[in-house]
């Protein structure tokens, strides 16, 4: 949940050196983010006093400037005060103010935010731009492509299952709920299943993986049933998450994994509050029950009925993965160099010249198939396009020649956002929107970056040249033009060209 708030970071500090400190089992989730810069582990070496003073003789070689406490330790303070670092920023609170250069108070207000907008005030308060944007985890292509290949046997729709939860038990909806979710989404939408853990939780997992078999054929189990607890780095488990349809899961850290790698989420939740951990962005459910006693935040329930979560039942939270589940198919286009001719940076109508063929394409849609459209348009951050103009050529599109919707990111590269391609950010946004199953979807361009957004989802990629490229070896198809691409499509499907 820091993540918005490191970015944030960043995009105010572009030339600056940033350092993360953090304790080894989570640093996997932030290797690969361009956000930052270096990461230091705070390790069990680290711990009593003399431990805290060796850390602080290591950073204090660093010769940071400033600190920014997103932890609320004691410790988080101490060190930093200890380090000789002479900005220590975070929020007045476990009797650390005393250690802080800038104290940011920690009243009614603050505690009602969801953790995200927590971390953005801190920056704020502390007179820092903040721009407000969502989890993103960095995956590396071949990340995606090994957690494709373990599900490659299961069928479509995948549905994660993450019956665990380390904070406690109040926390923890029941398995057997879960196995009948999992039954459901077998026998009713013809999916399949991924059930995760940690080493802790096998014991879990594999009741319900039992409690599945018990429904299914033996010969079927291999192709709707895949246990996959305790056989996962932290890293693995995120890309097998954003390789799957959907995660149905309590409040956990794979929760946050979950949306921070664009999977539609699914979330139980108990004694624990949605307002304050709960998923972000368009494509999740939060089922829960409203009751007297929660959210209590027990690691335990002191009842001893766990009511919260004893009430919900698996209909309900069928329900929800039904309403998340996309099934429809879309054709993706590029813009520039696909649609319409590339004279870098398009900021005039006088200069949109449209193929000529494109009206070809109203026979994928005839079919079945969006028609979606999906441009980097990053002149508006350089001052060269206004975003006006953007919208206004998406919108002659939807207009004109029928597509179903335009999605742009404006962002420069140095940015790092998650929607421009090749990250499938503005993908995601239109699986959820509109229920699309980017396995089953086409994505054409004339870049590699399209290509290669297409490899990270699955997607089938189509080359057309009428651009900046010729070929390239991310292209499972490479077509001369539109009506190429249109007639590669529909016989894929197996209608009559």
Known sequence: MTMPALRAL????????????????????????????????YSASHAGFSGKIRLSRALRRHGFCAALLFQNAFDAALIAMLSGIPERIGYSRDMRGFLLTTAVPFDVLTKRLHHIDYYLNLLDIAGLPTTKSMPWMYLQLEERLAARDVLRALKRPVVAVNPGATYGSSKRWHPWKFAEVAKKVIEDIQGSVVVLGGPAETAIADEICEAVSGSLPRALYSERVLCVAGKTNLRQLAALISECDLLVTNDSGPMHMGYAVGTPVVAVFGSTSADHTGPVGGGYRIVKKNIDCAPCFERTCRRGDLKCMDLIAPDEVFDAVKSLTGRRKAIFFDRDGTLCKDVHYLNRMEDL??????DVIRRLKEKGFLLIGVSNQSGVARGLVDETFVRKVNRLFIDSYGFDDFYYCPHHPDDRCSCRKPEPGLLYRARTEHKIDLKASYIVGD???????????????????????ASSAYADFIAED????????????????
């Open 447 to 469: 870049k590699e970056a399209d290509l290669l957004l297409a490899r990270s989802v699955g997607a089938t990629g189509i080359l057309v040249k009428t651009g900046k490229e």
């Open 482 to 497: 539109l009506e190429q691409v249109t007639d590669f499509v529909l016989a894929e499907a197996g209608h009559s060209t």
């Open 353 to 358: 010249e449209i193929f000529w063929k494109v």
């Open 10 to 41: 960043r995009l105010a500090n572009r030339t600056s050196h940033i350092a993360l400190l953090v304790k080894p089992w989570v640093a996997p989730l932030f290797e690969k983010d361009p956000n930052i810069d270096e990461i230091i582990l």
